[in-house]
């Protein structure tokens, strides 16, 4: 049985895994900005360095898996910066700031949420994934603000999968033995696309996103692609961006491979 740290852990995918993983026996730190295990705000530089002491220490210096959910969505009235700082910052910070803690469990694995957006939304604004990579947060955060939440949020999630293929295969990460992967998840009833106060136009407009299985995900169907992949069944698997979607990407890119 490992340590594992769920982000996120308090509400949709993330709660979903928190119950998968700790109905299956392992040791589950859930940090969120509220109702969790460790409460941080991973829209900032504070709270995320204060959310890597928090689960350093209770973790006793070993964390097996590090799952990223936290995020905030395209229709839920936030401004693109802030969007920005949790979905990206706040997953790469977290990753980064437990990497000795990763490390020790020879054999660590981390997964982000990207999002099949990132394939499907057009437009995205490459000048923000570009200060994202870079690593220069304020000029993310100003060019979010600009952008927007629709366009930012895409723009988080395509800099988050990228973050991933550049970094899973540089000596920090798999030369510790931490795998790094993502999920790409397509549109999934949570909160996140469900809750009853996001703009009612825009969640309309959600019905009509093309999944050829016929309906939306469900938390759970994320949670057991997320259990696998931040597990021992997945080893072979560093940089991986796996589509969860129904079909949606495989139905809009059919020969983009
Ligand atoms: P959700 O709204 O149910 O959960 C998001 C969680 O993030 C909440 O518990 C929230 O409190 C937490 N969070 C938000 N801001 C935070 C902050 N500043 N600090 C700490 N925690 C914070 O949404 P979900 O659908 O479960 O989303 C989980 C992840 O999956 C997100 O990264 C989201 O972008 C991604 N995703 C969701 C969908 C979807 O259709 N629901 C699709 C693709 C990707």
Redesign the pocket.
């Known amino acids: 049985m490992g340590t594992y740290v769920i982000?996120?852990?308090?509400?949709?995918?993330?709660?979903?895994t928190r119950a998968r993983l700790a109905s299956a026996g392992h040791t589950v730190i859930g940090?969120?900005?509220?109702?969790?295990d460790v409460v941080?705000?991973?829209?900032?530089p504070e709270?995320r360095s204060a959310?890597v002491a928090a689960v350093t220490e209770m973790s006793g210096g070993v964390v097996h898996g590090l799952v990223?959910?936290?995020?905030?969505?395209p229709l839920?009235h936030t401004p693109g910066g802030?969007l920005v700082?949790?979905?990206y910052f706040?997953?790469v910070d977290l990753a980064t700031g437990l990497r000795p803690a990763l490390e020790r469990a020879d054999g660590g694995s981390v997964v982000?949420?990207?999002?099949?957006?990132t394939t499907t939304q057009p437009g995205i604004p490459e000048h923000l994934v570009a200060a994202c990579l870079d690593g220069d947060e304020a000029t993310a955060l100003h060019l979010g603000d600009e952008a927007t939440a629709i366009p930012a949020?895409p723009a988080?999630?395509l800099a988050l999968a990228w973050w991933i293929r550049r970094e899973a295969v540089r000596a920090e990460w798999i030369g510790r033995k931490i795998r790094l992967n993502a999920?790409?998840?397509?549109?999934?009833?949570?909160?996140?696309?469900n809750?009853p106060d996001l703009d009612p136009e825009l969640a309309k407009a959600l019905d009509f996103y093309p999944v050829p299985l016929g309906r939306?995900?469900r938390?759970e169907e994320?949670a057991a692609v997320l259990e696998f992949l931040v597990g021992p069944g997945s080893t072979l698997l560093c940089g991986s961006i796996i589509f969860a979607d129904g079909g949606t990407d495989a139905q809009l890119r059919q020969q983009d491979w």
Request: hydrophobic share 40%; glycine share 14%.
């Open positions: 982000t996120g852990a308090a509400s949709g995918i993330g709660a979903a940090v969120d900005i509220a109702n969790s941080a705000d991973l829209s900032t709270g959310a990223c959910c936290a995020g905030l969505g839920s802030k700082a949790v979905n706040g997953a982000v949420i990207s999002s099949s957006s949020y988080s999630k999920v790409a998840p397509g549109m999934i009833d949570t909160p996140m696309t809750a939306r995900g938390p994320i």
